[in-house]
Structures are given as structure tokens and as C-alpha cells.
């Protein structure tokens, strides 16, 4: 059996629906939930409904951690059996050292080529770029042409969510104090949105139901006149407002693609239970 030509890694903030993982035989590397003494490996020691169950009773709050340089080796060294080249993409460095651990351990590959992708975002909007560069790969494109498809995808992809409450993402130093305040006040709920691979605020509402209407509003506004739209709702905990959501983009936009997917440990140790968030790119 000949060597594939070029495989893809992702990190498991990805998202993509496992069908879709295996369809394109994309790659996955846990990053880690350290909880109580634990070190597990997100969506693979610990799921989305064990971690948010336990969430509700624990006295001690989880953390999060990347992979090391040398779990990329072994998953890198594992692949590289099979392909001749490797694309990883990976969530923003500016949220997690993923991307740093990706390539000291690139450059203990011994000149394997590997061309490593920070995605500056996260869930599904990793998860897109995962996707177009694996489907450039089966339409025949090089290491490089593979990674700059992904690349290309950046400025167009966006995320915006919103949490019950920003004391998880403040705790996990993931969003400034002054965010925080505004958050505890009057039971504001913030829609935020990854900017630049950070995590910015975007507006105050006053109720999640208005929050949530809100999130639909901007994404219906920003693919107005769009031909393909490609979406996801990512939820923590929360599979019927996910559901919801999804019908209403569906009735609103008829996405060429649109997904239900959970957040996994990793992320909901940031964002905490309830948090509902929606990943999308337009096509003219």
C-alpha cells in the first residue's frame, strides 16, 4: 500500500464531526483537562457529558494544558509511517502553547516535512480550515498548497459565542478583569468573538434569550448576499438551544454546510456550562 502524499492534524478543540474525520482521515491530538490530580485527555479520558456533569459538584476547578513537544513526536512519528508529508493546524497560539509544542516537536522530525498552521481560532473554526485543507489534499495539492488554503481561510472565518457567565474565562486568564466587571453586573450576558486569535467582547445583552438572537442576527447580517455559507453551533451543555439555533440558521441561510457539535472539556473548563457559540465562512 503507497504512502498517502500529505495527512492532516488537528488538535482536539477542532470539533469536526467524527464521520467527517474519518471520511478525510484527519488526525486528532488531545489537548489535556488537569483535574484533582488527573491529567486527561480531552474527548478521550474525560467526554463533554462526564466533564459538565462533574462540573456541576466539584470543589476544585479544572485547568488545561497543551500537548508536549514529545506526544506531538509520537503522533508525528506515527503518521509519518503512512504519509510523506504532514499539515497541522492548530488553535490560536494567543489561547494556548499548542502551536509552540507543535513545532519544537516539528523540529525533532529530522527534515520531515511538516508545514504547521496557527489557525487564530478555535471549535469549528479550526475545524473549517482542517476541512478545506483536507479536501485540497484529496484534490491533489502539495504540503505547502494544502497549509495556505488554510491559511487563506483565517481572515474569513469567524466565532462568536456567548457564556453565562465570563468568571470560567476570566479564571482561565483568558479574557481582562475589566471584561469580568461588566459581565457580573445586572446578569449581562457578553457575546464575545475570537478577533485575531484573542477573545474580544463584542456587545452586552442584557438576557441569553437576546444574546442567542443576537449571535443569529450577526451571522445572518455578515453572509448576506453569499452564495455558500458554512456553519457550526458549538454548545456546552446545552444541545436543545443548540438545536434551535441550528434550525433557525438553517431557515435563515440553507448552509451548503451547517453542524451541531459539542465543546469539548478543554474549552468548557474556559467557557463554562451553557455556553453556545456559532463558527462560520461565507462564499460569494
Same mark, same amino acid.
Given at each position: 500500500?503507497?504512502?498517502?502524499?500529505?495527512?492532516?492534524?488537528?488538535?482536539?478543540?477542532?470539533?469536526?464531526?467524527?464521520?467527517?474525520?474519518?471520511?478525510?482521515?484527519?488526525?486528532?491530538?488531545?489537548?489535556?483537562?488537569?483535574?484533582?490530580?488527573?491529567?486527561?485527555?480531552?474527548?478521550?479520558?474525560?467526554?463533554?457529558?462526564?466533564?459538565?456533569?462533574? %462540573? #456541576?459538584?466539584?470543589?476544585?476547578?479544572?485547568?488545561?494544558?497543551?500537548? *508536549?513537544?514529545?506526544?506531538?513526536?509520537? &503522533?508525528?512519528? /506515527?503518521?509519518?509511517?503512512?504519509?510523506?508529508?504532514?499539515?497541522?493546524?492548530?488553535?490560536?497560539?494567543?489561547?494556548?502553547?499548542?502551536?509552540?509544542?507543535?513545532?519544537?516537536?516539528?523540529?525533532?522530525?529530522?527534515?520531515?516535512?511538516?508545514?504547521?498552521?496557527?489557525?487564530?481560532?478555535?471549535?469549528?473554526?479550526?475545524?473549517?480550515?482542517?476541512l478545506v485543507a483536507a479536501q485540497a489534499v484529496e484534490n491533489g495539492a502539495t504540503t505547502k498548497e494544502a497549509a495556505a488554503v488554510a491559511r487563506d481561510l483565517i481572515p474569513?472565518?469567524?466565532?462568536?459565542?456567548?457564556?453565562?457567565? %465570563? #468568571?470560567?474565562?476570566?479564571?482561565?486568564?483568558?479574557?481582562?478583569?475589566? *471584561?469580568?466587571?461588566?459581565?457580573?453586573? &445586572?446578569?449581562? /450576558?457578553?457575546?464575545?468573538?475570537?478577533?485575531?486569535?484573542?477573545?474580544?467582547?463584542?456587545?452586552?445583552?442584557?438576557?441569553?434569550?437576546?444574546?442567542?438572537?443576537?449571535?443569529?442576527?450577526?451571522?445572518?447580517?455578515?453572509?448576506?448576499?453569499?452564495?455558500?455559507?458554512?456553519?457550526?453551533?458549538?454548545?456546552?451543555?446545552?444541545?436543545?438551544?443548540?438545536?434551535?439555533?441550528?434550525?433557525?440558521?438553517?431557515?435563515?441561510?440553507?448552509?451548503?454546510?451547517?453542524?451541531?457539535?459539542?465543546?469539548?472539556?478543554?474549552?468548557?473548563?474556559?467557557?463554562?456550562?451553557?455556553?453556545?457559540?456559532?463558527?462560520?465562512?461565507?462564499?460569494?
Amino acid at each position: 500500500m503507497s504512502k498517502a502524499k500529505v495527512a492532516v492534524v488537528v488538535d482536539s478543540t477542532a470539533y469536526i464531526p467524527q464521520a467527517l474525520v474519518e471520511q478525510h482521515n484527519i488526525h486528532v491530538i488531545p489537548l489535556l483537562v488537569n483535574w484533582s490530580g488527573e491529567s486527561l485527555r480531552d474527548n478521550v479520558d474525560i467526554t463533554p457529558d462526564d466533564f459538565y456533569k462533574r %462540573l #456541576e459538584t466539584a470543589k476544585e476547578m479544572p485547568s488545561t494544558s497543551q500537548p *508536549s513537544a514529545g506526544e506531538f513526536y509520537d &503522533l508525528y512519528s /506515527k503518521v509519518a509511517e503512512e504519509a510523506e508529508s504532514i499539515v497541522s493546524i492548530h488553535i490560536s497560539s494567543e489561547l494556548s502553547g499548542t502551536v509552540a509544542s507543535a513545532h519544537a516537536a516539528a523540529a525533532l522530525m529530522e527534515g520531515f516535512p511538516i508545514e504547521i498552521v496557527d489557525s487564530k481560532s478555535t471549535s469549528m473554526g479550526l475545524g473549517f480550515m482542517a476541512l478545506v485543507a483536507a479536501q485540497a489534499v484529496e484534490n491533489g495539492a502539495t504540503t505547502k498548497e494544502a497549509a495556505a488554503v488554510a491559511r487563506d481561510l483565517i481572515p474569513d472565518v469567524r466565532v462568536v459565542f456567548v457564556v453565562d457567565t %465570563l #468568571e470560567f474565562l476570566h479564571r482561565g486568564g483568558r479574557i481582562g478583569g475589566a *471584561s469580568r466587571l461588566f459581565g457580573s453586573m &445586572l446578569s449581562i /450576558k457578553p457575546l464575545l468573538e475570537l478577533q485575531e486569535g484573542k477573545i474580544e467582547a463584542l456587545e452586552k445583552v442584557r438576557t441569553k434569550r437576546k444574546a442567542v438572537q443576537r449571535l443569529l442576527d450577526i451571522v445572518v447580517e455578515a453572509c448576506a448576499g453569499k452564495s455558500k455559507v458554512h456553519a457550526a453551533v458549538a454548545n456546552a451543555s446545552s444541545p436543545q438551544e443548540a438545536q434551535s439555533v441550528a434550525d433557525e440558521l438553517q431557515k435563515r441561510l440553507q448552509p451548503t454546510e451547517l453542524y451541531i457539535v459539542d465543546m469539548s472539556p478543554v474549552i468548557g473548563t474556559h467557557t463554562g456550562p451553557g455556553a453556545l457559540g456559532i463558527a462560520w465562512y461565507a462564499e460569494d
